[in-house]
T-cell receptor, first 114, second 113 residues
Framework: DAEITQSPRHKITETGRQVTLACHQT?????MFWYRQDLGHGLRLIHY???????NKGEVSDGYSVSRSNTEDLPLTLESAASSQTSVYFC?????????????FGEGSRLTVL | AQSVTQPDIHITVSEGASLELRCNYS??????LFWYVQSPGQGLQLLLK??????LVQGIKGFEAEFKRSQSSFNLRKPSVHWSDAAEYFC???????????FGTGTRLKVLA
């Protein structure tokens, strides 16, 4: 079965360190997204990609970067982790088509920045 | 501005009771509307979606939602709640010209035995 996997599921790091969260999907979807989930804010879009070598900023992109070198992977990098980036991060993917379609989510990566 | 409002942060219902979760949206184009459910420690799973046509849509797990354009609402309903329905529910809106969504802040459902 196709799936979307995130790693690590849990990570604790220190302020100022670089952190990379991996996302791998086997749906062969062109569209991939990174969200963060915080209490009272729901899900907020960090970065997204509509295909290989395409990346775009979402509403909360400061301090984050992504790269898309193939269809399957969209790693999220925190260049210099800050305590404000403590959150649960979700990767998602969707098919290209007539517009917003069903999102398929990973199980999330819980990041704690001390 | 485009937005999704879920006015109820927490809702508690007894098992077997009916449920309605509210969702209001503001969107400049024809909306595509979604409800997702998130069980503890899990990612989100699609319950149902509305793109066009019949304004009452059926989803998985016995859920349904009704699109009311005049009220900019897309409320989620279930006639009889089961203990396993305890979870967080998110309403979201997208459109035909984008693959992006706007999510609401979620409603956490507690089910009493």
């Amino acid at each position: 079965d196709a799936e979307i996997t995130q790693s690590p599921r849990h990570k604790i790091t220190e302020t100022g360190r670089q952190v990379t969260l991996a996302c791998h999907q086997t749906w062969n979807h062109n569209n991939m997204f990174w969200y963060r989930q915080d209490l009272g804010h729901g899900l907020r879009l960090i970065h997204y990609s509509y295909g290989v070598h395409d990346t775009n900023k979402g509403e909360v992109s400061d301090g984050y970067s992504v790269s898309r070198s193939n269809t399957e992977d969209l790693p999220l990098t925190l260049e210099s982790a800050a305590s404000s980036q403590t959150s649960v991060y979700f990767c998602a993917s969707s098919e290209s088509g007539q517009g917003a379609g069903e999102l398929f989510f990973g199980e999330g990566s819980r990041l704690t920045v001390l | 501005a485009q937005s999704v409002t879920q006015p109820d942060i927490h809702i508690t219902v007894s098992e077997g009771a009916s449920l309605e979760l509210r969702c209001n949206y503001s969107y400049g184009a024809t909306p595509y509307l979604f409800w997702y459910v998130q069980s503890p420690g899990q990612g989100l799973q699609l319950l149902l979606k509305y793109f066009s046509g019949d304004t009452l849509v059926q989803g998985i797990k016995g859920f349904e939602a009704e699109f009311k354009r005049s009220q900019s609402s897309f409320n989620l309903r279930k006639p009889s709640v089961h203990w396993s329905d305890a979870a967080e529910y998110f309403c979201a809106v997208g459109g035909s010209g984008t693959y992006k969504y706007i999510f609401g802040t979620g409603t956490r459902l507690k089910v009493l035995a």
